[in-house]
């Protein structure tokens, strides 16, 4: 693991430089030092230092005569860096989810509501199994994603998505995912734009099905920061596994590891889509209404792992379309 991770009962979690931050809060002869640490004009700083610290405590420790501990072996399916997240969230009848969730997981509700995201980011500098495939290193990917948990095992609840559709323009993407994942990928045209200009920045992602192009924006809006733990940005960003039925029931389980993802709010959000050839009809009602919220975050690299049967199946279930 590259970064030191905090890991809350609820299953949110905390990385790296935020971490310590969080920590020296909490001890009142440190808060001095939290406070710099957290100060705008000494963040990026402490952020620099830490993880010049991170990446060579090995060294650091070699030094000090201090062996490496064995640890178990993780297994890779993917590596990339996800950026420019655009992110609108929708207030859904949970009844309209409650068929879509797989065996053994149950809808995780923000302050009792179900949510739905319509999620547009860049994947960059994309490795499969350490392979970096010709022409699918950098695309964009559009998905519909609803919120899951799952407790049990003696740890911390372990807070993840369900995809309801994913959108790339690399075939090779999707036919990986489908085998491997059971994920409901589709390979459809896309483009994006990024209007350049700081707090005033606009993000666009767009992707041509039948005979026009659908369209998911917004601008970004005041200044970034990791969201508290309790807030509705971090239970929208801060999910580090994903959720998928298998094929004959069942369901896969894998971890996504990333850090917590700095955000801003963002303004003048745009979803313009044929929502019943997408998503289905059922979701025409919540999906044309104006979203309960919109963020945009910053991303990072992330770590995908290889997928573990989590449920045995019972009987056979539909592929995705």
């Not at 402490?46 to 072996?73: E, Q």
């Not at 797989?102 to 009792?112: E, K, R």
């Not at 039925?245 to 700095?262: C, I, K, L, M, N």
């Amino acid at each position: 693991m590259r970064d030191i991770r905090l890991v809350f009962a609820d299953g949110r979690q905390l990385a790296g430089a935020d971490v310590y931050r969080y920590v020296m809060r909490r001890i009142w002869w440190t808060r001095p030092v939290a406070a710099l640490a957290d100060a705008p004009a000494l963040r990026d700083v402490f952020d620099r230092a830490y993880r010049a610290f991170a990446d060579s405590r090995l060294g650091i420790s070699h030094a000090c005569g201090l062996g490496p501990t064995a640890t178990a072996p993780r297994s890779v399916f993917l590596t990339a860096a996800w950026r420019d997240l655009v992110m609108l969230n929708y207030d859904v009848d949970p009844a309209v989810l409650a068929p879509l969730v797989p065996a053994g997981i149950s809808l995780d509700l923000w302050q009792g509501r179900a949510l739905v995201s319509v999620v547009g980011f860049r994947f960059l500098a994309t490795h499969v199994l350490g392979v970096a495939v010709p022409w699918h290193r950098n695309f964009d990917e559009v998905n519909l994603r609803f919120y899951v948990r799952r407790e049990g095992d003696g740890g911390p609840v372990r807070r993840g998505v369900v995809f309801i559709r994913e959108l790339v323009a690399r075939p090779a993407i999707t036919l990986l995912a489908r085998l491997a994942y059971n994920e409901p990928y589709r390979t459809v045209p896309m483009r994006s734009t990024a209007s350049e200009g700081g707090v005033s920045r606009r993000l666009t992602y767009e992707w041509r099905l039948g005979d026009r192009w659908h369209r998911l924006a917004a601008s970004v809006t005041g200044t970034a920061a990791v969201p508290s733990p309790e807030s509705e940005a971090a239970f929208v960003s801060q999910r580090h596994w994903g959720y998928s039925r298998r094929r004959d029931g069942g369901t896969f389980e894998y971890a996504v590891e990333h850090p917590p993802w700095r955000v801003w709010s963002a303004d003048t959000p745009v979803l313009d889509a044929d929502i019943a050839a997408l998503w289905g009809p059922e979701l025409v009602s919540p999906l044309a209404r104006p979203p309960a919220s919109a963020f945009v975050a910053e991303g990072s690299p992330v770590t995908v792992l290889r997928p573990r049967r989590l449920v045995a199946g019972v009987g056979a279930a539909p592929s995705p379309v």
